[in-house]
């Protein structure tokens, strides 16, 4: 089904908008509020129905739905001030006119039943897990996989997700990529199944393109059948796919010339980090690529966002140039990036974290929390708003969110750095124990990453610990032998960064 205004075309059963006759990409909530308005044309519209059909009844504040009806105005070339197709009606709602007709598109399908054109952006497609053998014991921790793994895998960077509730009409009916691929509108399907093999609980994952059905990815898995076995998949699987998705939205973004395209640009940048550190070169090497990708493709928000963050971060902690232009740089491409795209939960969430490292925590607070209006499952946002409120000296605040942020995302390569935001502000709150426990975790996490091993060495230095804050400054300076003092300062405080340096110059 079909409804068409002008020359756009809403496709309710594929999920898109499109513009004489070619796809145009926009945020699911948007695509949402233009179905939900095409089918209300002339009707004024209440702000509590738009919640109801587009956030499902779920709180949400007035800025939100606010910024929702901007981005569609936008998505359809109008404006608040022309009003073209959307007029605000004060104190009732809004009110859609557009002379809206219902196509079921028969001459369409009927001509390209066969053809699959795949979405020009990557998509992914999660089935319902297959359960063979005892369906009643198994199928609980079957549909809990495909739910994590729909919830996590959000925070792969220019990845669409179709929604858990579109899948799991699926339930029961035997599926072909193809069909997914055209029904909901995406280039990939994961699917999988799970039985019961002896006392073990065994997975079977296969990554698929939906244009051609060829299997991209493969893998079994095999955990003991007991209480834990669901997380214990979970985390089996998980870093596998998502080094194969994130492969995959590589391979998919080559431009034709064969120079890495904008998206590859991008998606280096982010990966960058991780793979090798956290060093002034590595984040120069970061920012040099995200301005290549930005030059490519203005437009692209994330891009825009996750510079802000490179710049923010790297400032915060010492590894960029501490300087106003580097400031006033970042606090301009978090501009940037939320005014072209303020409904994407990842590119406010960056941004705002970018705001709040440069000083302007106060104003980083309700961006974040638009971020997680739009998607709670954002551990990128959690974090840095439990970061903000450190910042702004309300440690007692910040416990929770950051607890919330590592919890959403077990396997998120930033964990390390997440921990050692939480040790520091377990510290301050007077629970020396506990930071120096979550400290060690963020060690575990990463071994490439330095910041905590710096926070275990200043708790154990604040427990008086000497040996023992000794063999953590030891493992600070074997992956980061050239840590300078601005870095330790800027993390742990002058005042620990005291003691460090004592520490530091005894060691020697």
């Not at 499109?18 to 909530?29: A, N, R, S, W």
């Not at 587009?54 to 981005?71: E, L, P």
């Not at 090798?276 to 493709?297: D, M, P, V």
Request: with cysteine.
């Amino acid at each position: 089904m079909r409804y068409q205004f002008d020359e756009f075309e809403v496709d309710i059963e594929n999920f898109a908008l499109l513009k004489d006759g070619k796809y145009c990409p926009v945020e699911p909530l948007v695509f949402d509020l233009v179905a939900f308005l095409s089918r209300n044309t002339g009707r004024v519209i209440t702000r509590d129905e738009i919640i109801d059909h587009v956030w499902k009844g779920r709180i949400v504040s007035d800025a939100t739905v606010a910024s929702c009806i901007k981005s569609t105005r936008k998505a359809l070339g109008d404006s608040g001030t022309e009003q073209k197709y959307i007029q605000t009606i004060r104190g009732r709602g809004i009110q859609f006119l557009g002379s809206v007709q219902l196509s079921n598109a028969d001459d369409r399908a009927s001509n390209h039943a066969n053809a699959f054109v795949p979405p020009p952006r990557p998509s992914l497609a999660i089935v319902p897990f297959q359960v063979f053998g005892d369906e009643a014991a198994l199928m609980p921790i079957a549909d809990g996989l495909v739910e994590s793994l729909t919830t996590i895998l959000t925070r792969i960077p220019l990845l669409s997700i179709a929604s858990r509730s579109s899948m799991f009409a699926l339930k029961g009916e035997s599926v072909d990529a193809q069909e997914v691929g055209r029904r909901f509108n995406v280039r990939y399907m994961l699917e999988g199944s799970l039985q019961k093999v002896q006392d073990q609980l065994r997975a079977n994952v296969q990554l698929i393109e939906t244009q051609n059905g060829f299997h991209l990815w493969a893998q079994q898995f095999d955990r003991p059948h007991d209480a834990g076995a669901q997380e214990a998949l979970l985390h089996d699987i998980l870093p596998l796919l998502e080094l194969h998705i994130v492969r995959t939205i590589h391979n998919d973004l080559r431009s034709e010339t064969g120079e890495l395209s904008a998206g590859q640009l991008l998606l280096q940048a982010m990966g960058l980090l991780a793979l090798k550190g956290w060093h002034q070169n590595t984040f120069e090497e970061a920012a040099a690529l995200l301005r290549r990708s930005i030059e490519q493709e203005p437009a692209n928000a994330l891009s825009h966002a996750y510079l802000a963050l490179i710049l923010g971060l790297g400032h915060r902690v010492g590894l960029v140039e501490r300087s106003k232009a580097v400031v006033q740089n970042a606090i301009e491409e978090a501009e940037i990036a939320i005014d072209l795209d303020d409904m994407n939960s990842n590119v406010v969430g960056l941004a705002a974290c970018a705001l709040a490292d440069v000083g302007q925590a106060e104003r980083a607070v309700p961006l974040l929390k638009k971020a997680l209006d739009l998607n709670l499952n954002n551990g990128q946002a959690w974090t840095a708003l439990g970061s903000a409120y450190a910042i702004l000296g309300r440690a007692a605040d910040a416990i929770e969110p950051l607890e919330r942020g590592i919890r959403v995302s077990p396997m998120d390569s930033r964990l390390a750095v997440w921990r050692a935001v939480l040790a520091l502000v377990y510290l301050q709150t007077g629970n020396a124990e506990q930071a120096e426990t979550v400290a060690q975790e963020g060690c575990q996490n990463d071994d490439k990453t330095y910041l905590p091993r710096v926070v275990l060495t200043a708790v154990r230095l604040a427990r008086k610990q000497t040996e023992a804050a000794l063999s953590a400054l030891q493992d600070c300076l074997r992956v980061k032998p050239d840590l300078s003092q601005q870095e330790i300062d800027c993390l742990i405080g002058p005042k620990l960064g005291a003691a460090f340096a004592k520490l530091k110059a005894a060691e020697k």
